[in-house]
């Protein structure tokens, strides 16, 4: 207590490395404080170029890198799931208006969850990073919208072709099942031939009927397959159904996220290149705030 | 004092004779005493413009034995019948018409038919032949038991089962109008709410009720998510969303008319119960109204009849 009332004092004791140490110490306390108040206030436009001064000079301020701005940073690396959870009220107020079609989960302090839509069975698209506004999604549902943009073009949906095939399947197994009666018939006509054979008896010939004798064996074989697989088939083509729904299921949801993103972002590149510049346009909306708030006192 | 001087003179064998006249005219006596309080009850049930004296008759009515050891009447209603005359006298008194009470020649014996619906279709009361009692009203050709009633308990149930059965497979899918359907619909509903109304009957509309706060179980209580599922797609190629249910696990769609139906669990932690809501802002649509009017509902609904098929009170529809 009575060191901190005589600083003059101190100071013009202490030699060059604890004048930078006091003087770093201080920075660190301004750039504590400074962020502070900035919560606050809810100046959170200041918050972010306190984060991460850098890359908020070079997006907003088109200015070269410079990691000196980003000295301090390290000091809140701790906080950052606590300050990720104070910046994303605004931040998700903004997006909802921005992205109407996506909504946030906070799984814990600071983490969000993306979910694409509110229809049923909606998917989880990523996170948000709320320190970086950035989304991050996940890679394998990225890429199934990106294809069903894709294929839009040829009007075909993501799983088209799959449940092309797998219909097809389907039919074919019911046919093998419509088919059971002609095959009974041709078992009963081919165990007559091979009855048939079986009484000739040639000396001569007798390679002839063997022959004969091993393809109407090879004929009923054949058949004997055939029936198992009918057999069978209603499991399969259960299983195939429920193949077929998951499928429709998935493209029904794809095409949701589709129009949603059109309805928005009137197309998928518009979109991407939204995302990409998220950072830069919700700051400036901040700026832009800010400005406005300063006007009006 | 005269008939002890008389008796003296009779020996016992025509004492015994007398004995069994008596006996007779005894027998003869409560049975046609019987057959009285029987025309009463008949009198007050078709003439009686009071409730309560109506469902009285109905109730004694509906088990009376009417033949006696000495007196046995050749011309008899069945007890069944006075379940359906007392319907007939309810709906009567209320100015519905629509069942119509017809009886069948050269027999005392009733059945209801409706314009509506053509004479295919016969309905009729069975009496329950068990300590429960009670009766249902029973369609003849298809052989569906439409509800269960007890006059004595007071109590209506409905049975959804024999109402998607009736109405939509046999009649709404053959081509009846949906306003032909409603008209009959209204009659058993209606029935339902003078019950309740005049008498204080414990009715369950079941899936026919319009209350939003009706939560029409289903039969498979934790449903598989395919049957969802198939909603949703099925929704979507008809240009409506099921969208995810806002509370708690679910799914609900919008339909027009201001309808929201949820379907969800509705049951307690560890135990599901999924559940069918239907909200309308008037309390006018019950789920059966939206499987008559919406072809990809009922569609829906009939193709998963074995996990949505709404539970009916289990007591009286096993």
């Known amino acids: 207590m009575e060191k901190q009332s005589q600083p003059d004092l101190e100071q013009n004791e202490q030699d060059q490395p604890t004048r930078e140490l006091t003087n770093s110490l201080q920075q660190k306390l301004d750039y504590l404080s400074t962020l502070r108040q900035a919560i606050s206030a809810g100046d959170d436009r200041l918050i972010y170029e306190l984060i991460d001064g850098d890359h908020y000079h070079q997006a907003l301020l088109n200015e070269e890198p410079n990691p000196a701005r980003n000295t301090q940073v390290n000091l809140i690396t701790d906080v950052h799931p606590a300050i990720s959870h104070y910046l994303s009220t605004k931040l998700i107020d903004y997006l909802a208006h921005e992205y109407p079609f996506f909504y946030y989960e906070e799984t814990q302090l600071g983490e969000f969850q993306i979910y694409f839509g509110n229809w049923w069975d909606r998917r989880r698209f990523g996170k948000l990073n709320a320190l970086k506004v950035a989304f ?69 010939d007798s390679g002839r009927i063997k022959d004969e004798r091993q393809q109407i064996i090879d004929q009923l074989t054949k058949l004997a397959d055939q029936d198992e697989q009918a057999n069978n088939a209603h499991a399969t083509m259960k299983d195939n159904e429920a193949k077929i729904l998951t499928l429709s299921k998935e493209d029904t949801i794809l095409a949701y996220e589709k129009q949603a993103i059109e309805k928005s972002f009137k197309s998928f590149e518009n979109f991407n290149e939204r995302n990409r510049s998220l950072y830069v346009d919700y700051l400036t909306t901040l700026i832009g705030k800010a400005q406005v708030d300063a006007d009006d006192e | 004092m005269l008939m002890t001087n008389d008796a003296k003179k009779i020996d016992s064998a025509t004492l015994s004779t007398h004995g069994k006249l008596s006996m007779f005219n005894e027998g003869l006596k409560s049975g046609l005493a019987n057959g009285q309080k029987f025309t009463k009850l008949m009198d007050q049930l078709i003439d009686t413009n009071d409730g309560e004296t109506l469902l009285a008759a109905a109730k004694e009515l509906s088990d009376f034995k009417l033949d006696s050891a000495y007196v046995t009447f050749p011309h008899q209603y069945q007890n069944a019948d006075y379940y359906l005359i007392f ?82 497979n046999k009649l709404l899918l053959k081509g009846v109008g949906v306003d032909q359907i409603n008209t009959v619909l209204a009659t ?20 026919l009720d319009v209350a939003n706060a009706a939560k029409y179980e289903l039969h498979e209580a934790d449903l598989s998510g395919e049957v969802v599922d198939k909603l949703f797609v099925t929704a979507a190629k008809n240009d409506y969303m099921l969208q995810n249910s806002p509370h708690g696990h679910g799914a609900q769609i919008q339909l027009p008319g201001n309808l929201l139906i949820d379907i969800f669990d509705a049951g307690s932690a560890g135990t599901a119960k999924w559940v069918i809501t239907v909200h309308d802002d008037d309390q006018r649509v019950s789920w059966f109204d939206v499987l008559l009017h919406f072809d990809f509902m009922r569609d829906w609904y009939l193709e998963n009849i074995e996990s949505l098929a709404i539970k009916a009170d289990p007591l009286v529809f096993a």
Request: hydrophobic share 35%; no cysteine.
């Open chain 1, 136 to 204: 991050e999604f996940s890679q394998e549902e990225f890429n199934k919208l990106q294809k069903t943009f894709e294929l839009a073009a040829s009007h075909k949906r993501f799983n088209t072709d799959a449940i092309q095939r797998i219909s097809a399947a389907n039919d074919q197994l019911q046919a093998l099942i419509d088919a059971q009666g002609d095959r009974d018939q041709q078992k009963d006509k081919l165990r007559q031939q091979l009855k048939e054979n079986g009484q000739r008896n040639s000396l001569f």
């Open chain 2, 188 to 207: 058993l509903i209606n029935f339902g709410h003078y019950l309740q109304d005049d008498f204080g009957f414990n009715v369950d509309f079941n899936i």
């Open chain 2, 87 to 168: 319907m007939s006298r309810l709906l009567g008194m209320h100015d519905d018409e629509h069942a119509i009470l017809n009886t069948r020649a050269h027999s005392e014996s009733l059945y209801h038919v409706f314009n509506e619906l053509s004479d295919d279709y016969t309905f009729l009361y069975q009496v329950v032949d068990n300590d429960n009692g009670g009766a249902y009203y029973h369609e003849q050709t298809t052989g569906e038991n439409l509800f269960y009633i007890h006059l004595e308990r007071r109590l209506l149930r409905f049975n959804s089962t024999a109402f998607t059965n009736l109405f939509i």
